[in-house]
Each structure stands twice: as C-alpha cells, then as structure tokens.
C-alpha cells in the first residue's frame, strides 16, 4: 500500500508551490490536499471557533476551506471518512511561498498546519522557500525528505522545517532556529470615508551572524532543516516558577 499523504499550507489550495509539491509526491504517494480557500499566511496555529466553515471539493483529493491552515488540518483528521480515507502515514505543509526562518516558526501558518498534524502523532515536515526559487527541485526536495522521515518515524510525532534559498546549494544543513528582525511598524491610515485603520508590519527584515542558525546557514546558501519540539516546556525554568509558586500563600 502506498503511503497516505495530507497536504496542506497556508498561501491557498491554488499556489504554485503546493501544486508542485503535490506533482511530486503524487509518484510516489496517495495524497489528499486539503487548504486554505485564501491565502492565511502568519495565522499561526489558531482555530476557527467562533464561526461556520465551510469546505468544497475543488476536484478528486483536493479540498478547499474558508478557514486557517490549523483548520484544515484539523477537519482533514476528524471528518469521519468525508475527506480522508484513513489516517494519513505523513503531514506536509507547503511550499511556502516565503521562508520560515528563526522566530517566524511562531508566526507560520505553514508549520502550524504541519505542527496540528504532528500533536496528533503523524510526522510531519513544513516546507517553505524563498520567493524565486526553483519550485521543481524544491518539490523533489521536500518529497525525498518526506520520505525518508516517514520511514525513520512512521506512527510517532516529529515536525521538521525545511527551508530553501533562491540561490540553494544542493546541501541540506541540520540548523536551530535563528533570529529574524522585523521592522515592526504600525500605520494609522484614514479610509476614503474618514475612518482610521491600522496597518501592521514594516517591509524590512534582517539577521545577524549567528553560527549554528538556521540564519546562518541560510546565508551559505544551505537548505536548513530545523526539528522543532512540541513541547513548550523550558525545563531549566522549573527552578524559577517553582520558588515564585512558593511566594505565594
């Protein structure tokens, strides 16, 4: 039996990149692709609550829902047949049209919907890749490293990060996350109706030397691949929270 593969992202069902992913894990895998109606980048991993979905078949294996990438991961695992036909051996998230680097990981709506997979024991891999790259070598990329996690994990949760550089070259570099700094930014605007709206977030974005990073290997032109825990937990903080904890009472 061929491995069962639940696709997703958080750029939309129609971006380039999950279609090449799609065409390439299609060779060697069953693979049912299940995203966002609209593009959700850096929804994180937030689930719809509050409001009615709504999912279409768009064509055989490939679903679109009016909701976040968590979302549809999360409706892909519990539709009782209606979208998967049994439980997925593998979870991957992209090509993203952007890199996820260092704290972006929090942000992602990419490695959110790989991550919804992973806490539920599937492994799982987001892809993300800079803008301008080889979409072809990076599906052949993310599908031979698929693969290859599938077969070092099958049944027990993992949740790796791929990231690509336009300029990649041909080496994969096991990295931790870096630091990407953000012009953070807000514009107070005014709508042609005279009401003030809020903008977030500046154009600009830069890291520093960091050896070791998945920022730094980045700049070398590397591929990075980042394991990434679900568990929050910092152990080393215990101690602290411990002594606060005593403070009271």
């Not at 829902?65 to 968590?70: F, Q």
């Not at 070598?137 to 099958?154: D, F, G, N, V």
Request: hydrophobic share 40%.
């Amino acid at each position: 039996m061929r491995p069962l593969v639940l696709l997703s992202n958080d750029d939309g069902y129609t971006s380039r990149g999950i279609r090449a992913v799609r065409e390439a894990l299609l060779t060697v895998a069953d693979v049912v692709l299940v995203a966002p109606e609209t593009e959700q980048s850096a929804s994180s991993h937030s689930l719809s609550l509050h409001r009615p979905l709504r999912l279409r078949s768009v064509e055989p294996g490939v679903f679109a829902l009016d909701g976040t990438p968590a979302d549809c991961v999360y409706v892909a695992l519990h539709s009782d047949g209606k979208v998967l036909p049994r439980k997925p051996d593998l979870i991957v998230s992209g090509i993203n049209r952007g890199l996820n680097l260092g704290q972006d990981a929090f942000y992602s709506g990419t490695v959110a919907a790989a991550r919804e997979g992973a806490l539920r024991g599937i492994p799982a891999l987001a892809s993300s890749a800079e803008v301008g790259g080889d979409l072809d070598a990076i599906a052949a990329l993310t599908t031979k490293l698929a693969l290859s996690l599938l077969e070092a994990r099958r049944g027990v949760a993992a949740l790796l990060s791929l990231n690509v550089p336009k300029v990649w070259n041909g080496k994969v570099q096991a990295a931790r996350l870096g630091a990407r700094l953000y012009e953070e930014i807000v514009y107070f605007r005014t709508d042609p109706r005279g009401r003030e709206y809020l903008w977030l977030g500046g154009p600009g974005v830069s890291h520093k030397d960091d050896p070791g990073s998945d920022t730094d290997a980045f700049d070398r032109s590397f591929a990075t691949l980042t394991p990434l825990d679900l568990d929050l937990t910092l152990r080393e903080g215990l101690a602290l929270a411990d002594s606060l904890g005593q403070t009271i009472g």
